[in-house]
């Protein structure tokens, strides 16, 4: 896990509001045109690999040129249900059967998100009593 020991601000563009991120909390930066962001594990929703390329979505949707295995090794509190996938565990509602063999969970958000076959059992222990 990756702390920082100074203080961190997180920034919310949509309400222009800066506060402090506590110095508990699990961040990852990501450099974006020469500009460093920090995000709070808490900020992520889901990562997903698109032809290669990583999205890191939130209330904004970040690209990071860190492969879904290197970030799976930095956030502990994300889980890999799918091989394009990493769900943020705090954020999942409910966990959905679409038919036989075909699973997904539902965020807080709305978000709908595959789940491998191969990684409900491990899924629903780990999800167990929390929704």
């Known amino acids: 896990m990756n702390y920082i020991n100074i203080p961190v601000y997180s920034y919310e563009s949509e309400t222009q509001k800066l506060w402090l991120v506590t110095k508990n909390e699990l961040k990852l930066l990501i450099k974006i045109d020469g500009k460093t962001i920090c995000l709070a594990s808490d900020e992520i929703e889901y990562i ?31 889980y890999r249900c799918h091989r394009s996938y990493l769900v943020n565990l705090a954020r999942i509602k ?16 709305r978000t709908e998100i595959p789940v491998s076959r191969t990684k409900v059992r491990e899924l629903k222990e780990l999800l167990k009593g929390t929704i």
């Open 48 to 78: 997903e690999s698109i032809a290669g390329k990583v999205q890191i979505v939130g209330k904004e949707t970040y690209k990071s040129n860190l492969t879904l295995r290197e970030l799976e090794s930095k956030l502990p509190y994300f």
């Open 94 to 109: 409910a966990l959905v059967t679409y038919g036989k063999n075909s699973y997904g969970v539902v965020l807080k958000n």
